[in-house]
C-alpha cells in the first residue's frame, strides 16, 4: 500500500486562538499518562501520536493511498489534529499505525479506545477485531484482539463514519455548522487509544459499594478466563498501609461480591478531606501460574437528600446537610474541540475553580477523559454528570423527541458503567431541559432505570424543563417567584426540583420529597479582548446584534470592565442570598470558561485571561455557604 506523509506535524490553522496547554502539544507528549486511573496496569503501551490517516467518500472501498498524518487522540477537524477539516455523513475517516508487540504467550492482547465517534470498525493485520462495527460517543470501549496479533510489528487500521446531526446518535453541542451556543462537530478517533498485556485469567473490571455504617466495601468483580480454579484477592490500603484483605474461589465462586470490612474511624470523603482508599486486585491462575493485577482507590462517602429542621429538604454529603455551590463547564476547547490539549489542562480547569471556590461542576452534555474525574476525586470536588443528548431524537435542539430512541439509553447506560466507581460523581442529569427528551412515559422509565441501576447516586431529571411529574415547571407568578405544581403521583421519580432561568437568580418552591435546585443562572458577558476571543461566526454575531441594537462587543469601560464585572456578578450573588434563606439547595452558575461566541465564564476560552479575582469570588461565595449555615442554625434553635 502506498502512503503518502508528511513527517512534520504541526497544528491545522483550525483554530482563531489556541490554549496555552494546546501550544504546548507535541507527537511526543500527546496524552501520555495512564489513561484508566481506577484500574491501572503496569505492562500497557499508548498509542498515541501520529497515525497515517485519509478521509474519503462514505460509499468508497478502501483507500489506496493516505492523505498524510494526523495526531491522535485530537479529532481531525481539530487544529491540534493536524488536519483541520469538516467531516460530514458523505465521509468516512481511515486510519493506520504500525505496533511492535513482543508479549509472551499464553497471553491476552487488549486494545482500548476512551472514544471514538461515532461508528469504528478495527481491523488488526487485515482481519477485523470489531464483531459488529462499535457504534458511540460517550464511553470507551476495548477490544481483545490475542486472535488477530503476532510477535513483532502489527497494522492497526481503525474506518470511522460519523452522521452527526442527522443521525441517531448522540452528539451534545456538535454541529456541522455552529451557530450560537452550538460549536464544531467532531468526528474519528477523539481520546487515547492503548494497548495493554494480561494473562489467560484477568479482571476485566470491577464495581465497589460502600456502605459508611456498615464500615464496609464490596466488590463485584468481572474475571475473563479459568474460572473454576481461579483465587481473587483484594487489599485495601490507606496511607500506603494494608487495613484489610479479603479472598473469594476457587470452585466458581468469583461471581459473589467480596466484602471487606475497613477499621473505624473511617476515612471519609469530603469536599474539604477528599479521604481515598487505595486498593490492589489480583486474580491468580494457579494451572497457568499467572497473576493478574491492578490498582484502583475508592472513597467511603454518601450524597443524598433530607428534610431540615425549617422543613426544606436539603442536600446531604455524609449525612451532614450540604449547599451544592457550582458552576457550569463543558469542557470544550478551541485548539482540541472536545479533547482537551493534555492531562494538564484537565487538571488545570478543575484546580482554577476550586480556587474560585466552587465545591461542584455541572459537567454540561459532555463526558470527559477518565482522568477529570480521577481529579475530581482527590482534589474534592463535586460532579453532576450530563448525559449527552442525542441528534435525531427530536424535531429541533428545543423541541421534544419524535417517537425514536436511538441510541440514548445505550449511551447512558455505557456512561453510567463508565463513572459508576468515581466517589467524586454524585447526580445523574440525563436530560437538559427538552433536548431529546422521549416524552412523559418513556421519560419516567428512564429514571426508573437509572434508579435500579445506580441507587448510590441522585437524579436529577429533567435539568430545567418537562417535570412529567407534576407537569411543565416552568411557571412564574407576578412577583417573579418560580412555583411547581403539585405531584400528581404518589412516586417521585426525580431528586430535584430544576430551575433555569437566566440572569436569575430564581428558584421553585419546594415540591414533595424534592431539593429545590437552580440548576443554570448568570451568564454575565464580559470580552477580555479580541485576542482572547473565538469569532468565526459573523452569522450569528450579525444575528445578536440586530436582537439587542447594539455592536457585539463589551459597551462599557474599556479600561473598566473587571470592575464592572465584578459589580454585577456580586450583585446577582446578594440575590441568591434570600433564596437560600426560602429553601435552596444548590444553584449552578453560567459558567466555566469563554466558548466560542460565549464571553460569560470566570476565564477566556483559551486560559490565558482569568476575569475575576479568586480571593473575591472566595469571598462572594463565602456568603453563601455561610448563609446555609444560619437558616440552618436558626431552624434547630
Known amino acids: 500500500m502506498n502512503t503518502k506523509c508528511d513527517n512534520t506535524w504541526r497544528p491545522a490553522p483550525a483554530a482563531p486562538i489556541m490554549s496555552r496547554f494546546g501550544e504546548a502539544v507535541t507527537p511526543g507528549n500527546a496524552w501520555r499518562e495512564y489513561p484508566r486511573p481506577q484500574m491501572a496496569r503496569d505492562a500497557w503501551q499508548s498509542l498515541n501520536g501520529l497515525w497515517e490517516y485519509a478521509i474519503i467518500p462514505a460509499d468508497a472501498d478502501k483507500p489506496s493511498a493516505f492523505d498524510g498524518e494526523i495526531l491522535v487522540p485530537f479529532p481531525p477537524e481539530s487544529a491540534l489534529s493536524g488536519v483541520g477539516r469538516k467531516v460530514t455523513e458523505k465521509d468516512q475517516i481511515w486510519y493506520r499505525r504500525r505496533v511492535d508487540l513482543d508479549g509472551d504467550h499464553p497471553m491476552r492482547t487488549l486494545l482500548h479506545f476512551e472514544s471514538v465517534d461515532f461508528r469504528a470498525q478495527v481491523f488488526v493485520n487485515g482481519e477485523e477485531a470489531t464483531d459488529v462495527p462499535h457504534s458511540g460517543t460517550a464511553a470507551p470501549f476495548t477490544l481483545d484482539i490475542s486472535p488477530f496479533v503476532r510477535r513483532g510489528e502489527n497494522i492497526i487500521e481503525v474506518n470511522v463514519w ?159 446537610p450540604f449547599y451544592v455551590l457550582g458552576v457550569l463547564d463543558q469542557g470544550w476547547w478551541p485548539d482540541g474541540l472536545l479533547t482537551p490539549p493534555s492531562e494538564d489542562a484537565v487538571r488545570f480547569d478543575v484546580d482554577f475553580l476550586r480556587s474560585c471556590g466552587f465545591n461542584a461542576i455541572r459537567k454540561h452534555i459532555k463526558v470527559e477523559p477518565r482522568v477529570f474525574y480521577a481529579h475530581c476525586d482527590r482534589t474534592g470536588m463535586l460532579v453532576l454528570q450530563d448525559i449527552p443528548c442525542g441528534g435525531g431524537d427530536y424535531d429541533h435542539r428545543f423541541g421534544n423527541a419524535v417517537p425514536r430512541w436511538g441510541m440514548f439509553r445505550r449511551e447512558l447506560a455505557d456512561v453510567v458503567a463508565q463513572l459508576r466507581n468515581s466517589p467524586s460523581v454524585v447526580m445523574w442529569v440525563p436530560f437538559n431541559e427538552g433536548w431529546g427528551q422521549p416524552g412523559a412515559e418513556k421519560t419516567r422509565q428512564t429514571y426508573k432505570w437509572l434508579r435500579r441501576r445506580d441507587p448510590s447516586r441522585l437524579l436529577d431529571g429533567p435539568s430545567g424543563w418537562n417535570d412529567w411529574q407534576g407537569g411543565k415547571v416552568m411557571e412564574s407568578d407576578e412577583s417573579g417567584h418560580m412555583t411547581a405544581w403539585p405531584a400528581d403521583m404518589a412516586e417521585e421519580y426525580s431528586d430535584v426540583l430544576d430551575c433555569h432561568e437566566y440572569p436569575g437568580p430564581a428558584m421553585f418552591d419546594s415540591c414533595g420529597a424534592r431539593v429545590s435546585f437552580l440548576g443554570e443562572f448568570g451568564a454575565l458577558d464580559a470580552d477580555a479582548g479580541p485576542e482572547h476571543t473565538w469569532h468565526d461566526q459573523p452569522r450569528t454575531i450579525r444575528e445578536i446584534e440586530a436582537r439587542t441594537g447594539k455592536p457585539y462587543n463589551y459597551d462599557g469601560d474599556p479600561q473598566g470592565w473587571r470592575e464592572d464585572l465584578a459589580r454585577r456578578y456580586e450583585a446577582l450573588y446578594e440575590k441568591l442570598l434570600p433564596l437560600v434563606a426560602r429553601g435552596l439547595g444548590g444553584s449552578i452558575y453560567t459558567q466555566a470558561q469563554d466558548i466560542g461566541i460565549e464571553r460569560d465564564g470566570f476565564i477566556t476560552y483559551d486560559r490565558k485571561v482569568p476575569k475575576f479575582d479568586t480571593a473575591f469570588l472566595r469571598r462572594v461565595h463565602g456568603r453563601i455557604i455561610t448563609a446555609f449555615r444560619t437558616c440552618l442554625q436558626t431552624a434547630n434553635h
Open 162 to 320: 460519523d452522521p452527526t446531526c442527522s443521525h441517531l446518535g448522540t452528539t451534545g453541542k456538535q454541529m456541522l455548522d455552529p451557530t450560537g451556543s452550538f460549536h464544531p462537530a467532531v468526528s474519528g478517533i477523539c481520546g487515547s487509544v492503548w494497548i495493554e498485556t494480561v494473562p489467560e485469567t484477568y479482571l476485566a473490571g470491577y464495581e465497589f459499594e460502600t456502605d459508611i455504617a456498615a464500615g464496609t466495601v464490596s466488590f463485584s468483580l468481572d474475571v475473563r478466563g479459568n474460572l473454576r480454579d481461579a483465587t481473587l484477592r483484594a487489599v485495601v490500603l490507606r496511607n500506603g498501609k494494608a487495613v484489610a484483605t479479603g479472598e473469594i474461589g476457587p470452585e466458581g465462586r468469583l461471581d459473589r461480591p467480596l466484602t471487606l470490612t475497613l477499621p473505624r474511624p473511617l476515612a471519609l470523603w469530603s469536599c474539604d478531606e477528599p479521604n481515598l482508599y487505595d486498593v490492589e486486585i489480583s486474580v491468580a491462575d494457579p494451572v497457568a501460574g499467572t497473576v493478574d493485577r491492578v490498582r484502583g482507590y475508592f472513597a467511603m462517602r454518601s450524597f443524598g437528600k433530607a428534610r431540615g429542621a425549617d422543613g426544606k429538604m436539603r442536600f446531604t454529603l455524609n449525612g451532614e
